[in-house]
């Protein structure tokens, strides 16, 4: 089975915590993006990795870190300081020289 | 800022009627084109991409204006399975440039 994975499914946090959502992918492609998708909104970036130990900031990083240990791998933790991070997120991947990105199933996030 | 604008609709069409969606772009330089579709409470898939010279897969087609920046989705005999929202997608640079979303416009056929 090949692609790309994210989990958990849904996810609820308590106010105050920490979580980290989960992406990965065996499709061998350089770069990774987390996007944020509020209800009747567009995708939103977050975190983009190019390479392995190496990311940018997107738009809207603020309250989220992410980490790029593994080519397949792009962990992001959504932090405390995050205000509003009830939403649903998706990790996407591609790279050259396809244009288009992929997405994965994607994380619901609620904070309770 | 760069922004993608659509119009969200819903557009409520009968089966078998021909449906189109307009989508514009503020950046000039954008360099790729794309239309995606997102079923309910699920990620975004590719759609098709979107050429110069305007492209058809099967009963979509799809046409780009960059002199107007102005991209256009056309669905022709509309099936059920078709109601998504679809998004307009626009890659600012070559390699590895990210993605800007539309708002997306959504698609409701029914019998």
């Known amino acids: 089975d090949g692609g790309i994975t994210q989990s958990p499914k849904y996810l609820f946090r308590k106010e105050g915590q920490n979580v980290t959502l989960s992406c990965e992918q065996n499709l061998n492609h350089d770069a990774m993006y987390w996007y944020r998708q509020d209800p009747g909104q567009g995708l939103r970036l977050i975190y983009y990795s190019q390479i392995v130990n190496d990311f940018q900031k997107g738009d809207i990083a603020e309250g989220y870190s992410v980490s790029r240990e593994k080519k397949e791998s792009f962990p992001l933790t959504v932090t405390s300081a995050q205000k509003n991070p009830t939403a649903f997120y998706l990790c996407?991947?591609?790279?050259?020289?396809?244009?288009?990105?992929?997405f994965g199933p994607g994380t619901r996030l609620t904070v309770l | 800022r760069k922004e993608v604008e659509q119009d969200p609709g819903p557009f409520n069409v009968p089966e078998g009627a021909t449906v189109a969606f307009n989508c514009t772009y503020s950046?000039?330089?954008?360099?790729?084109f794309f239309w995606y579709r997102q079923d309910c409470r699920k990620e975004p898939k590719l759609l098709m991409s979107?050429?110069?010279s305007g492209n058809e897969d099967g009963r979509f087609t799809a046409q780009l204006n960059r002199a107007s920046q102005y991209i256009s989705l056309l669905i022709r005999d509309s099936k059920l399975s078709d109601s998504a929202t679809y998004l307009c997608?626009?890659?600012?640079?070559?390699?590895?440039?990210?993605?800007?979303f539309g708002k997306g416009t959504m698609l409701l056929v029914s019998p």
């Open positions: 979107v050429y110069s």
């Open positions: 950046n000039s330089a954008s360099q790729s």
């Open positions: 996407g991947v591609g790279g050259i020289p396809y244009n288009e990105q992929f």
């Open positions: 997608v626009v890659k600012e640079a070559a390699g590895y440039s990210t993605l800007t």
